[in-house]
């Protein structure tokens, strides 16, 4: 018991000092790329590598893990990606490098599916929604962590500080991570039959395709173009930084409010709740004329994205068995990296034309017709 509770504290903090790598830079990078492109669509493009890099690498990663039964080589090799993509971005002279930096990130945020994975075989099956809020709830202490030293870290070194910062912390990541000892022996042949079989299980594919929809949306906001947004209406780099952190702290605030409610609360309520909250987010940031309404939009959006998201990720694999977790997890995140793809290049073509808050309003209503659908059909189903 003792020894699960050192491995439980050693996957938290290396959880912890992965998304601070992945996040000390994120509330910047957005007009740090449009000082050094030449328009939004380019803004979009570089930003959605991130997000392509996760769809094509995180099935495949999830494959390999279940095949090898091993998940430590795999993490490790994820988080130095995340460094050396943080570094080549602090380098960045043009779109070709920041295209390459962010790719590598988007590399190396395929970690996340290990590390949900791995962590979960120190529960029960029937804790894998509880397990996995979590880690979640680590990950997003981490993000806020990251994102709410970006601005005062920019405003003391410039624009290439926090990735050299970034790449450091990585690098501490690593030597933790040498220490995750994990429980072996459970692989199982993986095929492509086995895999058909798992995308075709509505408690697989349908969480996982709601949250497509969910990432395309934060993703595109939150992430790409919100900083820009807020920047034009006079923020400075201190206060991007101040306006993602609160996103990402309330995201853990509702992560929190998730592990304590779960034990008395249905998790489809829940899941109801907090899509509607995501889209009242939605709207008030499309229609702020204004930072305190900015402020406001965002803190409800994160704080509905940190009830929605960990929920489908456990109804995404709650009934697998356990040595075809890693593969369900794969399929889960790959598939809703496709809205963090998306989200940001669609965007930056769109925002060019109509404008970044037009773009966001009618973002919103594709958001609440579909996720709707979607959970009406997810909760007609029996398995989950």
Known sequence: MRERKIYIIIFLGVTFLFWTTLYLYVPTLPTYIKSKVINLSMVGFVLSM???CQ?????????????????????????????LGAFIMGRGYGLGMLAVGRSLTGIGAATWVPLLVVFSTFFSAEEAIFSSTMLTLTANLGRVVGSSLSGIITRAGGYALPFYLSAITGIIAVGIASFIKEKGGFS???????????????????????SVIVHHVDYTITFSFLPILAQEMGASDVVKSVIISL?????????LINTL????????ILLCCGAFLFFFGIVMISLSPSLYLLFCGTILMGFAFG????????????????????TAMGIHQSIYAIGMWTGPWVTGILAGILGMQNTFLITGGFYLI?????????LRNKNV
């Not at 009830?307 to 890693?326: A, D, S, T």
């Open 247 to 255: 996103n990402l702290a309330s995201v853990t605030a509702a992560n």
């Open 188 to 210: 199982e042949g993986v095929s492509l039959r086995s895999i058909g079989l798992l995308i075709i299980r509505k408690d697989v594919a349908l969480p996982a395709i709601i």
């Open 55 to 83: 769809l094509i690498f995180r099935l495949p990663l999830g494959i390999a893990v279940d095949s090898t039964g091993r998940g430590k080589p795999f993490i490790i090799a994820g988080l130095s990606m995340a460094v």
């Open 261 to 268: 409610m779960l034990r008395k609360t249905s998790h489809t």
């Open 50 to 52: 991130y997000g392509l």
């Open 307 to 326: 009830i929605v998201y960990p929920i489908l990720i456990g109804m995404g694999i709650h009934k697998v068995e356990r040595n075809q977790r890693n």
């Open 370 to 378: 579909t996720v709707y659908i979607l959970i009406y059909f997810l």
